[in-house]
C-alpha cells in the first residue's frame, strides 16, 4: 500500500498529456527520489518527533531513543553529511559504531519513479517493462515486513545483503534514465534545429557556447540560459514522442527566443543600469508576493519552534511548552488561522485551473497541479485535526483511531499535526519570480513578445530589455543597416536608404527587377507552411528569385537560414532559381549558411 501511495502523484501527473510529454525519464526518477524521501521523513516525524526529552545523545555523534535492546538512533550532522542518501534513523548497535543507514524509501521510490516513466513515455510493449522497478520496490518491502515480524527467518539475512548495496540502486536508475534521455535529446534536436542558438550550430560546441552566452551580464544572462535551456529540454522531449504540430506553440515561442538571444550574444547590448531600472519597474508590480510571504512566515512561526528549535535535547522545554495547556492553544490557534489561508489558496488555485492548462510549459501546469493536490490535502487533514482537537480527543489525543494503515500513524497526535499542517504553508506559497503585470515593464510590447516574456519568467524580461522592447533587429529584410554605412542603426531612414541602394546594385548586376516598385521597401511576399514568410527583393532577369542583404545578417544566423529555406521553397514551387546577393563585407558565418542551403552557384557577393 505505502509504495501504491508514494508514486501516486506521478501516475496522477502523468495522466496530463503536456507533462508526460514535457517530462524525461531523469525527471521522473528524481521526483520518485524526492517523494519517498518526503514520505520516509513524514513517517520518521510522526514517530519520534515527540521524542526530544528522552532522547540520548551519543558521543560519537548523533542520539538514542532508548525504548529497546536495539534502540533507533538519529543520526548527526556529521553522520548525516558524509552518507549518501542517509535516513532519518536507523537501528543503534553495540558492534558497530553509530552511521546513517541508506534512505530505503529514497531508493525504492526513485526505482518506482523510473517505472512510471517508463510507463509513461516508453512505446508498445516496453511500456509493461515499466511494471519491473515498481514490482521490485514492492518485493522489498513485502519482505522488509515478513522480517519485521518473524527476525529469525532466512528473510532476515537476505534483506540486510541486499540493504547493503541499496544505495547504488538511485545511481543506476538515474545512469539508465539519462543514457535514454540524451538519446531523445539529440533526436529532439535534429527534429527541431531551429531551437538551437547560432553559435552552437555553427562551433558544434553547445556547452561552450551556453556558457559564453551566460557569461555576458552576470547574473542576469545566467539566467537568461538556465531558463531558455529548461524550456528547451521539455520541447526537445516532447518532440521526441509526441505527434506532430502537438507542441507547435512552444516551438515557436522557442524559436523567437533564440532568435532574440543570437542579437543578444555580443557584449555590447548589455546594459547594466537599463535592466536594473527595468527590473525595478516590473518588481513594482509584484509587491504583494511579499506580504504573503511575510503571512506565511508568521503562521509557519510556532511549527519552526516546536518542530525544528524545540526537537534537540537541550532545547526540548519549549517542546513541552507547546505540549502544554497554553501553548497548545497558541498550536491550534494558529493551525486556525492556517486553514483559512489554505483555504483562500485553494480558491485562488482553482480559478486559474483553466489558465494553468493553457500553459505552454507543463513545468507550469504540473506545479500548478502539485500545489492544488497539496492544499487540498492540507485542508482535508487541517479540518480533521481541527475536529479532533476540539472534539473528545483533545490537543494531546491521537488524531486518527487505532484502526490505520500505516503504523506511525497510531502515534499521530493532534498537536503534531498542527505543527505539521503549518509546515506545508512552504509548499503552497508562489516560488520565487516576476510576473509581468504589462507592457509598461519593458516598454511597447506586441502581444506575441509579451507572450514569450511571461513563459520564461525574470529572463524574459531580461532578455527583451536587451533586445531592445520592440525586438530590433530581429527581422532580415534588404533594408538591414551594415557595417559599410558605419553604423547598425534600426532608422528607418537610413535603413531604406541602404536597402534602396542594394537592390538598386542587384537589379542592374542580374538585368532583373524590383518587385516592390520601390527600392528598400518589402518585395514580394512567399510563405512556406508550417515555417512562415520572407519576401523577394529583386527578381532576376531569368526569374530567379534574389533575396539582397549585408553583414547585419550575420546578427541572426537562425533567422537568416530560416529566410533562405523559405526562398528556396518558394523558388521551387516556381520552377526558377533561389539566389542570395550579400554586400562584400559579409562575415563568413552568413555566407557559408547560405551555400549550405541554396548551393554554392547561388550565393554571391557584390559591391554597392
Known amino acids: ?81 558524509t552518507a549518501w542518501v542517509p535516513a532519518p534513523f536507523g537501528e543503534s548497535s553495540m558492534a558497530v559504531p553509530p552511521a546513517a543507514e541508506t534512505f530505503t524509501h529514497l531508493v525504492w521510490t526513485a526505482m518506482a519513479g523510473l517505472g512510471v516513466g517508463l510507463f509513461w513515455r516508453a512505446r508498445g510493449w516496453v511500456r509493461l517493462v515499466g511494471a519491473v522497478p515498481w514490482a521490485a520496490a514492492t518485493v522489498h518491502h513485502t519482505v522488509n515486513n515478513y522480517a519485521a515480524e518473524k527476525p529469525g527467518e532466512r528473510a532476515t539475512q537476505w534483506l540486510a545483503e541486499l540493504d547493503a548495496t541499496a544505495w547504488l540502486a538511485p ?17 529532439g534536436r535534429r527534429t527541431v534545429p531551429r531551437v538551437l542558438l547560432s553559435s552552437e550550430r555553427m562551433d558544434g560546441d553547445r556547452a561552450g557556447a551556453l556558457v559564453r552566452y551566460a557569461a555576458w551580464c552576470l547574473p542576469w544572462s545566467l539566467v537568461t540560459v538556465l531558463r531558455f535551456v529548461r524550456l528547451r529540454r521539455s520541447l526537445l522531449y516532447a518532440v521526441a514522442v509526441a505527434p506532430p504540430g502537438s507542441s507547435d506553440s512552444l516551438y515557436r515561442a522557442l524559436v523567437r527566443t533564440a532568435n532574440r538571444m543570437d542579437m543578444t550574444d555580443r557584449q555590447d547590448v548589455w546594459r547594466r543600469d537599463e535592466l536594473r531600472s527595468r527590473l525595478k519597474v516590473a518588481r513594482a508590480h509584484v509587491s504583494r508576493r511579499r506580504w504573503l510571504f511575510l503571512l506565511a512566515c508568521v503562521l509557519m512561526l510556532p511549527s519552526v519552534l516546536f518542530l525544528g528549535v ?12 507547546f505540549t502544554a495547556a497554553g501553548g497548545s492553544r497558541i498550536l491550534m490557534g494558529f493551525g486556525a488561522a492556517a486553514l483559512i489561508w489554505i483555504a483562500w489558496q485553494v480558491t485562488a488555485l482553482l480559478r486559474t485551473w483553466r489558465a494553468s492548462s ?32 476540539l472534539g473528545a480527543a483533545g490537543p494531546e489525543g491521537r488524531a486518527i483511531p487505532t484502526l490505520h494503515l500505516l503504523d506511525a500513524l497510531d502515534t499521530f497526535l493532534v498537536l503534531l499535526g498542527f505543527a505539521l499542517l503549518l509546515f506545508s504553508l512552504l509548499a503552497l506559497f508562489p516560488p520565487g519570480g516576476l510576473a509581468l503585470a504589462g507592457g509598461g515593464a519593458v516598454g511597447a510590447l506586441t502581444a506575441e513578445a509579451l507572450l514569450d516574456a511571461a513563459l520564461l519568467g525574470t529572463a524574459g524580461l531580461v532578455l527583451m530589455t536587451a533586445a531592445g522592447a520592440d525586438g530590433a533587429g530581429d527581422g532580415v529584410s534588404g533594408g538591414e543597416s551594415s557595417a559599410g554605412a558605419g553604423k547598425n542603426s534600426t532608422d528607418p531612414a537610413t535603413s531604406d536608404a541602404v536597402g534602396s ?81 550579400l554586400e562584400e563585407g559579409t562575415p563568413e558565418a552568413a555566407l557559408n549558411l547560405a551555400r549550405r542551403i541554396l548551393g554554392d552557384g547561388n550565393v554571391h557577393t557584390f559591391v554597392r
Open 1 to 81: 500500500m505505502e509504495e501504491i501511495v508514494k508514486v501516486s502523484p506521478l501516475l496522477l501527473a502523468g495522466l496530463l498529456s503536456k507533462v508526460r510529454r514535457q517530462w524525461g525519464l531523469t525527471d521522473f526518477v528524481v521526483l520518485g527520489a524526492a517523494l519517498g524521501a518526503g514520505f520516509g521523513l513524514l513517517e520518521s516525524v510522526l514517530r519520534f518527533g515527540m521524542d526530544a526529552d528522552r532522547a540520548i545523545a551519543r558521543p560519537e555523534g548523533g542520539w538514542i531513543i532508548p525504548d529497546s535492546l536495539f534502540p533507533p538512533y538519529v543520526p548527526g550532522p556529521v553522520q548525516v553529511l
Open 171 to 187: 545511481l543506476v536508475c538515474l545512469a539508465l534514465a539519462m543514457a535514454l534521455d540524451l538519446r531523445q535529446l539529440r533526436r
Open 310 to 321: 524545540g526537537t534537540f535535547t537541550s532545547t526540548a522545554a519549549l517542546q513541552g511548552f
Open 358 to 389: 493553457n500553459q505552454l510549459a507543463g513545468e507550469v501546469l504540473a506545479v500548478h497541479r502539485f500545489r492544488l493536490g497539496v492544499a487540498s490535502g492540507a485542508a482535508v487533514a487541517g479540518g480533521l485535526l481541527l475536529y479532533r482537537g
Open 501 to 581: 541602394a542594394r537592390e538598386r546594385k542587384v537589379a542592374e548586376l542580374t538585368q532583373g527587377r524590383i518587385p516592390s516598385g520601390e527600392p528598400g521597401k518589402p518585395g514580394l511576399r512567399i510563405t512556406k507552411p508550417g515555417a512562415g514568410t520572407s519576401d523577394v527583393d529583386v527578381i532576376g532577369g531569368d526569374g530567379s528569385y534574389i533575396a539582397v542583404g549585408g553583414p547585419a545578417k550575420a546578427r541572426n544566423l537562425a533567422r537568416f537560414g530560416e529566410k533562405c529555406h523559405i526562398l528556396k521553397y518558394a523558388a521551387e514551387q516556381q520552377g526558377v532559381r533561389a539566389q542570395v546577393y
